[in-house]
């Protein structure tokens, strides 16, 4: 076995285990929390309103979303993965809903596994964003390998995840973000589709936003800290217990994805905010919007509800959009700008 086989060997074994681990075990944060448990809705109890005409649509990076929400990046390059994707997509296409797609960089080391990505198919008409880690800019990718994955997804926009607490605990992680930012610009300058800068769970501070932003990059996608804790994740897997030390001594760490959403859009008022970390219901969504993101990104109750059935996962969406209607509907809002400018979320007291 030569070293990129090997190398796409263990990629793929570590897809398989992530899957796992997250359905299986518990790698939720404790500790710290979403941040949204300090705010409430004002309730209206007149809100003059036909409940049958409120609208969730809404436009994100130029396409039309029938609901603010999007399936965040999860997996691919196994079989189940590619059997979750396909029930993730189909969903996604039925309520014109947005997703995302796994680190792709094991179709890129392994292009024969590429298929479990390619869900343009079964969404034809969704907001699909390809994934490739951001570090790997540092490790010989650069505008091929950026262009390879959004071309096997046909996607409309290309995700950088960016996780330096998760390659330290990683093993064999890729621990060099030196001048990462230089190597983000440069792609940005090129890429014919939008860049999005995603965390993965620790969350993007208004600082750093600023310098991605500067950058290049269109939009940016919190990902706080509050839902599930990779270095958990990475904990489970772990191979040597200063690994699984690290891992349950930073299970906690990260920014919560409340604080998250309202400093960065305090610096940038205009720029396209995805939330996500730590949400699980449409409550958490109606929520993030009112604090200023575009739309919400949840995974683990997705991935949950995709590995027991397609039928899962229709109806998970079907409760989301029920709960997002139900907030607009309470607070006396139409709409989702209308619920952004209303005044309607306020800090618990």
Known sequence: MNASTNVSAQTQNRKADHIRICLEEDVQSHQVINGLE?????HCCLPELDYSDIKISTNFLGKHLGAPLLISSMTGGTEQAGIINQRLAEVAQHYKIAMGVGSQRVAVEKPQVADTFAVRKYAPDVLLFANLGAV???YKYGLDECLRVVDILEADALILHINPLQECIQSKGDTNFKGLLDNISKVCSQMPVPVIAKEVGNGISAAIAKKLLDAGVTAIDVAGAGGTSWAKV???RAENPLQRRLGNTFADWGLPTAECITSIRAIAPDVPLIAS?????????????????????LAMPFLKAAAVSQTAVAELAEVLIAEITTVLFCTGNATLEQLKHSGSLQPRE
């Open 38 to 42: 300090r705010y409430r809705f004002t």
């Open 136 to 138: 790997q800019l540092n």
């Open 234 to 236: 990475e904990s489970e």
């Open 277 to 297: 970390g730590g949400l699980r219901h449409g409550l958490d969504v109606a929520m993030a919007i009112a604090l200023g993101a575009d739309i919400a990104g």
